[in-house]
């Protein structure tokens, strides 16, 4: 059975905020991607995005959308 696009757009809707529950549950951070910025958001809902400098230096800055 195929989906129309509505349903598959509810389906990923509710996969994201059950992966979110889950994520705030167990403590954890979700990362990804949004706007061409890598993106980690913690269990709080604070978001960071992380930056690497030239030398694979990791760093995290406050996002702000």
Do not use: C, P, T, W
């Not at 167990?26 to 930056?51: F, P, W």
């Not at 690497?52 to 800055?61: A, D, I, M, P, Q």
């Amino acid at each position: 059975m195929l989906l129309s696009r509505e349903q598959l757009q509810q389906a990923f809707q509710q996969a994201n905020i059950n992966v979110r529950l889950k994520a705030k549950e167990a403590g954890a951070s979700i990362y990804y991607i949004k706007n061409n910025k890598r993106l980690r958001e913690d269990a709080s809902g604070q978001k960071y995005e992380i930056v690497y400098s030239e030398s694979g230096e990791r760093k995290e800055y406050e996002y702000h959308e």
